[in-house]
């Protein structure tokens, strides 16, 4: 059974840094995607940036490119999401998510398989 659990998310400044974690276990996570997504309140969950757990393939929604990182550390199964001068449109439940690539090539920004249970980030002063 896949496990996802996030954390560290919270207040920041707008201006400011976050770095939200993603702790993945029950599998191996070789010839998986992973990836965060948001959902802000009265929107539509979005894709921010997903990655291939094998070779560090990444790809990033166009509003945090150059702000945000997906990163992930094998020996300790954790994808991360370093998060840089913040806005407050960045307030959003953060999801980390889950998918079998398989013999699959690319970078998948929808249809994950697994999900955990988001991580609120908030934007203000």
């Known amino acids: 059974q896949v496990q996802l659990v996030e954390s560290g998310g919270g207040l920041v400044q707008p201006g400011g840094s976050l770095k939200v974690s993603c702790v993945a276990s029950g599998r191996a996570f070789g010839t998986y995607a992973m990836g965060w997504f948001r959902q802000a309140p009265g929107k539509e969950r979005e894709v921010v940036a997903a990655?291939?757990?094998?070779?560090?393939?990444?790809s990033y929604t166009d509003s945090v490119k150059g702000r945000f990182t997906i990163s992930r550390n094998n020996a300790e199964s954790t994808v991360y999401l370093q998060m840089s001068s913040l806005k407050p449109e960045d307030t959003a439940v953060y999801y980390c998510?889950?998918?079998?690539?398989?013999?699959?090539?690319?970078?998948?920004?929808?249809?994950?398989?697994?999900w955990g249970q988001g991580t609120q980030v908030t934007v203000s002063s």
């Open positions: 990655i291939r757990w094998n070779i560090g393939t990444t």
């Open positions: 998510a889950a998918k079998d690539m398989r013999l699959r090539a690319g970078v998948p920004t929808s249809q994950y398989d697994y």
